[in-house]
């Protein structure tokens, strides 16, 4: 069994899901190693006990780490997260939406959440196809939760939208979802996605944030097995 775990990012112009995805001693491995990524911090820093680990809080320096300002110092935490990550064998798939495009090509514009979500799950689905494996799928905690979870079994019944059809036969149970202080796979979904959201959306940046960022993404590069933003 495979279990996938989606967090998104976003701002008006792009729309990012990730979908961390691993089996239960891949799952097992990444509650650790990220554990011990806190112990870590709690330990030789200022930032404190039971840590969840944000993207945009610690690339910000918002919330917790507000008590570490170096912006090298977070790097250096965001660097060992990412190897942790790395290390689990946990795999992503990156979904993404150009919503400027979007608005630019139709005149009635989806909601991008379901339309990205619907993306990523027939991704996962194709995933989990191609290994002969079933897969249960989380997504972090937000509103309208049943509104998404009938999308899915509409998408069972009746096919998903577009070119590339399914009715996600490897996809099983209930669309579940569950606040990321209760999850490390969506933690870690959480800092790739706005990792990528971040370098699709601040493209003009200084060499040493491009350097940053271009580091951390090959941390984890080869642990991505399918990445692709709509361009409409």
């Given at each position: 069994?495979?279990?996938?775990?989606?967090?998104e990012?976003?701002?008006?112009?792009?729309?990012?899901?990730?979908?961390?995805?691993?089996?239960?001693?891949q799952?097992?491995?990444?509650?650790?190693?990220?554990?011990?990524?806190?112990?870590?911090v709690?330990?030789?820093?200022?930032?404190?006990?039971?840590?969840?680990?944000?993207?945009?809080?610690?690339?910000?320096?918002?919330?917790?780490?507000?008590?570490?300002?170096?912006?090298?110092?977070?790097?250096?935490?965001?660097?060992?997260?990412?190897?942790?990550?790395?290390?689990?064998?946990?795999?992503?798939?990156?979904?993404?939406?150009?919503?400027?495009?979007?608005?630019?090509?139709?005149?009635?514009?989806?909601?991008?959440?379901?339309?990205v979500?619907?993306?990523?799950?027939?991704?996962?689905?194709?995933?989990?196809?191609?290994?002969?494996?079933?897969?249960?799928?989380?997504?972090?905690?937000?509103?309208?939760?049943?509104?998404?979870?009938?999308?899915?079994e509409?998408?069972?019944?009746?096919?998903?939208?577009?070119?590339?059809?399914?009715?996600?036969?490897?996809?099983?149970?209930?669309?579940?979802?569950v606040?990321?202080?209760?999850?490390?796979?969506?933690?870690?979904?959480?800092?790739?996605?706005?990792?990528?959201?971040?370098?699709?959306?601040?493209?003009?940046?200084?060499?040493?944030?491009r350097?940053?960022?271009?580091?951390?993404?090959?941390?984890?590069?080869?642990?991505?097995?399918?990445?692709?933003?709509?361009?409409?």
């Open positions: 069994m495979l279990h996938a775990y989606i967090d990012s976003y701002c008006d112009d792009w729309f990012y899901m990730v979908a961390a995805i691993g089996n239960d001693s799952m097992n491995a990444l509650e650790r190693r990220l554990d011990e990524v806190a112990d870590y709690a330990r030789g820093t200022d930032v404190g006990e039971t840590l969840e680990f944000h993207g945009y809080e610690l690339f910000q320096g918002a919330g917790p780490w507000k008590a570490m300002p170096r912006v090298p110092d977070r790097l250096a935490v965001a660097a060992r997260l990412f190897r942790a990550i790395e290390s689990s064998g946990v795999e992503f798939v990156v979904r993404g939406l150009d919503r400027t495009a979007q608005r630019a090509r139709y005149r009635e514009v989806f909601e991008p959440y379901p339309l979500l619907t993306h990523i799950i027939r991704q996962i689905n194709r995933t989990a196809q191609e290994r002969a494996e079933q897969v249960r799928i989380t997504c972090d905690e937000i509103h309208h939760n049943d509104r998404h979870r009938a999308m899915l509409q998408h069972r019944q009746t096919g998903t939208p577009g070119y590339d059809r399914s009715t996600l036969g490897h996809v099983v149970d209930a669309l579940e979802f606040s990321s202080e209760d999850s490390r796979m969506v933690q870690a979904a959480d800092l790739l996605a706005y990792l990528v959201h971040r370098i699709a959306s601040k493209p003009d940046v200084t060499r040493a944030e350097r940053a960022r271009a580091h951390l993404r090959g941390i984890v590069s080869h642990r991505v097995i399918h990445e692709f933003c709509w361009v409409p």
